[in-house]
Every structure is written in C-alpha cells, then in structure tokens.
C-alpha cells in the first residue's frame, strides 16, 4: 500500500458521469418544474403527514428514544474511525463462514463486478432487494447493457421500474404515485393482470404478488444491498417489509450483496440499537415485518454461492472532512425527507441523485463532488434547505443536517472564484464592520421608503430580489432606525415612563409568582 | 497494480489521517436486561402481534396440537410442510397430508402448500417479534416463508421483554430470521397493508407454560 | 440586572419598533438596558449563506461590544441571531479566527439570551403586566425551536397577557419557509411553504400572527399581505410591551 508511505491524498469522488449521484439541473430549476405539478404535492403531503404522525408515536412510546440515538450516533463515529479494521474483520469473517468478498473503487468497478459474477452463473436475468447502493451506482442500467435482466422486486421499486421512471425516496421510492396512477402503471405494464383491478392498495399488492412469484421460484441469481454488515461475526442484514427480501435472500443458488464500506457495524450486539432506531424512524412500526440476518454460505439453507462487493464510490472521500463525514453515519430510514418541509413540496427527483430530502443533499455533493463540471446541479444541493432543523431532531443517529449543510456551502463558496454574490458579501460585511459607515447605509436604505406604494409597501424588486417580491409584500423601511431612537429625547421619554410604570404597576418577579397569578387568571375565567 | 481492495483500504488511511477524529465512548444508556413477569410479557407480546394482524391462540403446551389442528382446519390446510425436527405429537389433531421438508425440494415445490407449521428460538414481546434460527423444528429459510399461511410455535419461556434482551439470546452464525406479522407494505401512500409475498397469514401459538 | 440589548442589524433599520418594545418592556420590568452602539450585525445572514471568512470582523465586534463584564446579560429579540451567537459565532472563530477570540465569543455566547429565554429562565418572570384584547396565534420560529430549545416559553409569557385570546396554529412547527438567503436562492420552493403557513394563519381567523424573529415575521407579513389578508403581524415583544397605558395601535401590517 504505497499510499501509506507518503503524504496522505484527498480521496477522489464517484467518477463524473457515473452512476446517479447528480441531476440535469440545479434544484431550483429542477424543483420548479415539480412545484407545477399539484398531484404530486399533493401525493408527497398525504404521505409524508402520515409517516409522521406514526414515527412520532412509536418513537415517543418508548422511554430511552434519546438513549438509543445516542448510543446509535457513538456506533457509528466510532465504526468511521476503525473503519479499515473492521472492513478487514468482516471480510476475514465471511470469507471463513464461505463467502467472497470483492472490493469495487467506484461504480463502473462495482458493476463490473456483479456482471461478471452474473455471467458465471450462465444466467441472463437477476432478481433485486431494494438497495440504494445499487441505484446510486447506476447496476440495472449496466445490467440491462450487457444483456442482462434485472427484476425488482419491492413494490415501490417494481412501480417505478415498470413506469420507467426514476425513485423519488429513500424508503418508498414511488411516493410520489397515488393508488390511481399505480392501479393504471400496472394495467398498463403487467402482463396479464386483472383488467378489473381496482385502486385498492391490498389488490394492488396482491396483482404484484401474482406476478413476482414465478420469478421468485425459479430466478437462479439475486442481487441485495445490506443494512448491516456485522465484523465481529460477518453477518450481513436486510431489512424489510414485504418478503420479496427473504425471497431474494434465500430462494436462489447465487446471491451478489453489493454494501456501501460505511455500512459496517463492530459488533453483532449492536443490532440491539439499530433493529431499534431503524424500523421506528422509517416505516413508523415498532418492527418491520421481516428482518434476515445471514453469516456467509449455510449448507442445507439458502443461496449456496454468496458475494459480498464492498464499495468505496466517494465515500473515502466523505470520510476525508472532519465535519462531513458524519452524513456516512446515515441508516437510510428517510426520517429526514419525511419531515423536511422543502422535501415536502418538491419530491425527490428535484434532487437529482439517489439520495433526496436532506441527507441527500448533504452525502451528493460529498460523494460526488459540486465542482465535477461548470454549473454542476450538486453545488446547488447544499442551499435546498431553509435550515429549519426538522430533520436533526427527527435523525435516529443525530446527524446535524443543517450543520452540514452550512458546511458545505462554506467549502462550495471557498472554492469558487469570485461572484456577485461574494462581492456583495464583503461590501456588507466591509460596511457592517464599521459603525460609522453601518449607520449611513441605514440611512440610505430609508430611501426604500421612496418606492414604497402609498399603503407602505413594496410589491416588486428588481433581480436578485425579484423571486422574493412575485409572492410577498415588503414593508416599507422605517423613517427611524432602532438606534437613533434610543438615542433621541422620544426614545429617552419613553424609557423613562416604562421605568416609572415599573413602580407604579406591581410585576410577578419569579416563576412562582408568575404561576400563582395565572392560576387566579384561570379562576376567574370559571 | 495496486489491487481495488489495497487502494480502498489506503484511501481510507488517508482519509483518516486527514481528518482524525478523537476516541468515541459508546454510552449504552438505553434499557437492557429487562425482566418482565410471565403474565406482562404475555399481554405485551400478544398486543403488539395483534396489532400487526398476526392470529394469536393461547394455550399449554398439552393443548398444541389441539390449536394447531383447529388453526389449520380453520384455514382449510390439506397439505403442509414441516421441518426436520418438528415435535411429531404437535399434528396429532391434524388429518390431512404431511411433507417433510429437505434441503433438495425446490423452491416451487414449496409453493404447492398450504401451510407451514414450525417453531421458533426466541420472542421479543415489546415489538412482537419472533426470531426463527433454523434450528430442529424451525427448518430452512425457505420453508417458513414461501406457504401463504405460517403457523408458528412460540413458547413464552423464550419470549424476551425487549430487542436487547432477545438480542442476546441469538447465536449469530446461524441464519437468522425476524418475524413481526405477516408480510406487509407501506409503498402506496405510506399506508400499510398486510399480505404481500410472504406468509398471508401468521397464525402465532403461545404455549404458556413452555 | 444590567441587560445589554443587540437590535440585531434587520431589527435596528426595518423592524425598530420590535427593538424598541424590547427595551420598554425589560425597563418596565426594572432593568437597566444597555445599547452598546459599536454593535452591527451578528453575522449570519453571511455564515448561513457559506461565507465565513467574511463575518469575522462582525464575529469580533460583537464579542468585543458585549464583551464587558458589567453587562450581565445579552439580549435580542430574535431567536436565529442568538441561534447565531450562541452555535455558530465559534465555529467561525476556531476557523478563521484566534484562541483570544475564541475564547470572547465564549465568554458572550453563555450570557446570550433569545427574549423569551431571558424573562422566564433568567429573569424567572411569566407574566409581563401586558395587556393585548385581541386574538392572537402564535408560530414558533425554527431557530428558537429547534436551534435554541425556547419550548413553550413564549406560549407562556402570551397565556398571561390580559385579555388575549390565544388560539393555536395549525401546522404551527413547520417552517414558514424563509430561512434567509433561501427564499431568495429558492423562492418557488420558499413560497410554496409560505402559502401553506398563510393559509394555516388564516384559518385561525386571528387578528395577529406573533412570533420572535421579525425575518420570519416579514416573510409571513410579506405573503399575507399579498393575499391581502387581515391578518397582521407582531413581534412577541411588542404584545408584551403593550399595556392598557401604552397599548400597541395595530395600525401598519408592520413586524
């Protein structure tokens, strides 16, 4: 490993042009094409409102919530420090139990790799598990170009590859899809269905049952992600809803898992936080129906051939920056997006990337970079938030989102050369260091008053202002800063007159006092 | 040429020499170690089961194949499968066919069924959860999963309080799998809906005194 | 309590009267209210944007303005400016500034209060001695939320006004979509959160909207006056400054 003898390098990012980690457009101009269109808002509010109601309820049932993020947010911290050990454990630990374990670079690597392994088998189609691995780099695509068919086999994820559409989020990657519009995908795409079927979300799940199960019975090849991957013991975890999973996982003679490297966990005990945190912030169930845990081959049971690919793709280079690095703690439960009030409105295809919502767009631009190419839509990932802070608290491994996201918006300004916008930055800041100057540009933002209506208020600005002024009013600037009264005899008066009521009008001092009185407030009103 | 696995291991080293991070202490604050009484762990487990639509019977152990046979007749099982191992006199009460399952029947096979009828290794009755190991009376993987309707022993000896206690109970080598309810989704308007391509039906037996 | 008070660079030149109802009301209360005039700007609108280089100097001004040992503590009516002083002023002095002003930011990030933080946990008070006859909803803003952890601090201090009929906001924790140069940056985005809070405020049929950061305030004032709704908007502080002496004349849809 010659890289050890010299001075560490930057790790690179996913390759440009690989795999799904970057949209056509910046997300505002992304973003305005789903603003326009109503069902999906109104799909994603129905959704993401209900998701929330039922996180909220199983995560506040059980009195150590906050424990165990805690204890989920220390695994993880400490999993990214010991990550080459660990790495190296897991891979002794399934090779002994069986398994082969393969190491990809990248995407392109990584594709590469199950291809080959697919091929081996003398099979032409694969059966998949839901794996944002696998989307992010982009593996159906590679599999359909050399001739190779792959099947998924999650609801969400056969909706969307029957639809030929793109996954819209983490968890369920159809929400954006009402019953309607799925009840007509599957008229449309499935060979065979009912004609009668109706938008009944039970019968919906039954036409996909009907039409998977030959698949699951006879495919020879399964391609996975993994949760977990265990490097104490080598065992690996999925974890799932419908049991196309245990289908994949254990009916067919080869199974491919490819698994991010961040993915790893020390120890087999502590899936006792994350079998915990995981199913309670994603589904809002205080299980998942079905979980499978297995350690390399078991003769007599399952998949007889068993690989492992370990993927690198822009994560070393996450790993890389102190603060960054915490978005490679993230489970992919999609509590973020769930709560995020712009994921809300926009969906996820504003994106861009496999990964939506807030996670996204802080693991994107790291994984991928925001400077691959000029005007590259992942630099504009990092400002796709207000900073309400929602999805912090909603985190099961307290990954500080919004942290990050100023950050990034750091690194991403430090590293571009000089823009209006920088310039305007330091003329503030230049004017605001300066109280002398700071009180004659106050002063001169009093001339607003001169464009204000005669109601007082400013209803159009020029660019860059104008996105701000096609949907809001502005109130005229005051004809005297805060300042300048404090400073004049009026503002003196009135101080004064404020300390002499102080005497005159007695004034709960404490709490207590406080409490007694609106607790007499409260009788009086009966 | 530097193999893919000594240049990812060495980006990592980079990265970590980049960016070091201090020594984490991982506070394992949360509960563990819980131990609830019989009749609780009883009323939690089979709550939380219910809630998930699974069918839950309460019996003694000298009552299992009662409930058995009565649980498969209900569903109109005429053919079921078993693994290797399973306790013979739980099908005494039960009149139709038995398939012993082996390692070589294939997996189509399996879906001509009607149910299964298996035991399991641990409970966890704070998510109502049932761990099944693959150990004697529990059978492949396979098995218990491709028949529509699941009939599954669970004894409330092994029924733990909560996921860490159950947990600690699991021998991780052995493939593991957790069941919570029958196979469900949330994909069409995060609604969920029970029955999708695993067992339809999960029929739970909980022996009292076993 | 010597308290020195930080008008905050939006509050001193657009939103004056909220400053100035800051400074009545802890006078009222028996304070003495200082107003260091070096002071500018916390800095955030810079940091949040990802400009941090450039806001040392602010950084230092205010570290320096409130710095002195006789001002016990500081407030600003604003929950995000002190979400700003208190989290991220050192995160920009460890970066591009020195231990020494490390080590100021430090010594004024402890004694930096949001309004609503300073009476009831500094000051112990919950009833202000206000008087407000109208009907008022409330929208938690998400930096007091979220960033400083104000909790129903401010619901306290309006459930003991006089007279004000207080009604709860449907949806009231969501964003109203603001969060600085991100309604500019995304305005159809922002906007599309602003008209779900409009709505939401509407449908309480309350006279006025209140809240403790007047950057939230004029983006909601700026939509419902769009709509040309009759909801006005408040500061908290001004409600609780308001007495049956000196009450506030809802005149002007100002913050």
């Known amino acids: 490993m010659s890289t050890f003898l010299g001075m560490p390098a930057p790790p690179p990012r996913s390759p440009y042009g690989t795999g799904n980690l970057r949209g056509d457009h910046s997300f505002p101009r992304a973003a305005h094409d789903e603003l326009g269109n109503d069902q999906l808002r109104r799909n994603l509010g129905r959704a993401t409102g209900t998701i929330r109601a039922k996180r909220l309820s199983v995560t506040g049932e059980i009195p150590d919530w906050e424990a165990l993020r805690d204890a989920g947010s220390a695994i993880k911290t400490d999993t990214m420090n010991r990550l080459p050990e660990l790495l190296e454990q897991l891979e002794h630990k399934v090779a002994e139990r ?6 990809a670079r990248d995407a392109a690597e990584a594709n590469a790799i199950v291809a080959r392994l697919v091929r081996a088998t003398g099979s032409d189609e694969v059966i998949k598990v839901k794996s944002m691995a696998t989307q992010e780099i982009g593996l159906n695509e590679h599999l359909e170009s050399v001739g190779i ?48 079927l109706d938008n009944v979300p039970a019968h919906l799940a039954a036409a996909a049952r009907g039409y998977l199960r030959e698949k699951f019975l006879t495919a020879k090849v399964a391609v996975s992600g993994a949760n977990f991957g265990i490097a104490e013991t080598g065992t690996l975890a999925v974890v799932e809803s419908e049991g196309n999973g245990r289908m994949c996982l254990t009916l067919p003679d080869t199974l491919i898992t490819v698994m991010g490297i961040e993915k790893v966990l020390p120890r087999y005990q502590d899936l006792e936080v994350f079998l915990q945190l995981l199913p309670r912030s994603s589904t809002g169930e205080r299980m998942n129906p079905y979980t499978s845990l297995w350690t390399g081959v078991t003769p007599g049971d399952g998949p007889q051939d068993f690989h492992l690919v370990l993927l690198d793709n822009g994560r070393t280079a996450a790993l ?53 190419a000029k005007d590259d839509p992942n630099s504009s990932l990092p400002y796709a938030s207000s900073l309400c802070g929602a999805c912090f608290d909603a985190c099961p491994v307290k990954i500080d989102i919004p942290s990050l996201l100023v950050e990034l918006r750091r690194q ?17 800041a230049a004017v605001m260091r300066r109280p002398g100057l700071y009180t004659a540009a106050q002063k001169a933002s009093a001339l607003g008053r001169v464009v204000a209506g005669r109601d007082g208020t400013i209803s159009r600005l ?31 008066a009135a101080l004064r007159s404020a300390a002499s009521e102080q005497n005159s009008d007695r004034i709960g001092e404490n709490g207590e006092q406080a409490e007694r009185n609106s607790a007499h407030n409260g009788e009086d009103a009966t | 040429m530097t193999s893919a696995r000594d240049t990812v291991l060495g980006r990592i080293h980079d990265a970590l020499v980049l960016a070091p991070t201090p020594t984490v202490v991982v506070p394992r604050a949360y509960r563990t170690g819980r131990a609830l009484p019989d009749d609780a762990r009883l009323d939690l487990f089979t709550d939380r089961l219910l809630d998930y639509k699974a069918r839950v019977h309460r019996c003694t ?121 029958p196979s469900a989704t949330s994909d069409i308007e995060l609604e969920r809906v029970e029955g999708v391509h695993g067992p339809r039906t999960l029929v739970v037996v909980i022996r009292t005194d076993a | 309590m010597r308290i020195g008070l930080f008008a905050t660079c939006l509050g001193d030149t657009l939103f004056p009267d909220a400053v100035k109802a800051t400074a009545i009301l802890l006078t009222r209360l028996g304070h003495d209210v200082v107003f260091p005039p070096e002071q500018t700007c916390c800095g955030q609108m810079h ?37 700003s002083v208190r989290r991220q002023h050192r995160i920009v002095a460890d970066r591009y500034g020195d231990a020494a002003l490390r080590a100021g930011v430090d010594a004024v990030a402890e004694k930096t209060y949001e309004l609503s933080e300073l009476l009831v946990d500094v000051l112990g008070v919950t009833r202000v001695g206000a008087y407000f006859p109208h009907r008022v909803t409330y929208h938690p803003t998400c930096h007091s939320l979220r960033m400083l952890r104000v909790g129903d601090k401010p619901l306290q201090l309006l459930r003991a006004v006089e007279g ?46 209140t809240a403790g950061d007047s950057s939230c305030l004029m983006h909601i004032a700026g939509g419902l006056s769009r709509i040309r709704s009759g909801t006005r908007t408040l500061h908290l502080a001004r409600i609780l400054a308001a007495t049956r002496t000196t009450p506030d004349v809802l005149t002007e849809a100002s913050v």
């Open chain 1, 320 to 372: 890389a920056d102190a603060i960054g690095r915490t978005a490679l703690n993230c489970i992919r439960c999609s509590a973020c997006l769930n709560v995020c009030p712009v994921y809300e409105r926009t969906g996820g295809h504003a994106y861009g990337s496999t990964y939506p919502g807030p996670i996204g767009a802080v693991l994107t631009p790291q994984l991928a970079g925001m400077h691959a």
């Open chain 1, 149 to 196: 068919t792959p099947y998924e086999t999650d609801l969400a994820e056969l909706i969307v590859q029957l639809a030929d559409d793109k996954p819209s989020h983490i968890l369920v990657p159809a929400i954006h899809r009402n019953r309607d519009e799925i009840r007509r995908i599957f008229l449309d795409h499935i060979p065979g269905v009912d004609p009668d």
């Open chain 3, 164 to 209: 004000i009929d207080l009604v709860e906001l449907p949806g009231a924790d969501s964003c109203c979509g603001f969060g600085g140069t991100f309604a500019l940056k995304n305005a159809e985005t922002s906007t599309a959160m602003l008209h779900d809070k409009t709505d939401n405020i509407t449908a309480t049929g309350a006279e006025v909207c």
């Open chain 1, 98 to 103: 069986g398994g082969t374990v393969h190491w």
């Open chain 2, 61 to 181: 152990a000298d009552r299992t194949a009662e409930v058995i046979g009565e649980a498969l007749e209900g569903h109109g099982a005429r053919l079921i499968g078993v693994p290797t191992g399973l306790d013979a006199r739980w099908l005494t009460a039960y009149d139709g066919e038995v398939r012993e399952d082996h390692p070589d029947v294939p997996p189509a096979q399996l879906d001509t069924l009607d149910a299964v009828v298996t035991a399991s290794a641990v409970g966890c009755a704070e998510t109502g959860t049932i761990f099944l190991d693959g150990s004697p009376g529990q059978g492949r993987r396979a098995l218990s999963l491709v028949p529509d309707l699941h009939v599954c022993v669970v004894d409330l000896s092994t029924v733990e309080a909560g996921v860490p206690e159950a947990v600690a109970r699991l021998v991780p080598e052995r493939p593991t799998t957790l069941i919570s309810g």
């Open chain 3, 47 to 83: 940091i949040n944007t990802g400009y941090q280089r450039e806001p040392v100097p602010l950084v230092r001004n205010f570290a320096d303005g409130f710095g002195d040992a006789s001002i016990e503590a500081v407030v600003m009516p604003s929950g995000s400016c002190a979400g």
């Open chain 1, 462 to 492: 020029p660019p860059p202002l104008s996105g701000w002024s096609d949907s809001r009013d502005t109130a005229a600037p005051p004809r005297e800063t805060f300042r300048s009264w404090f400073a004049s005899d009026e503002g003196r």
């Open chain 1, 412 to 428: 991403h300004t430090e590293q571009t050369g000089v823009t209006p916008e920088k310039l305007a930055m330091k003329a503030a």
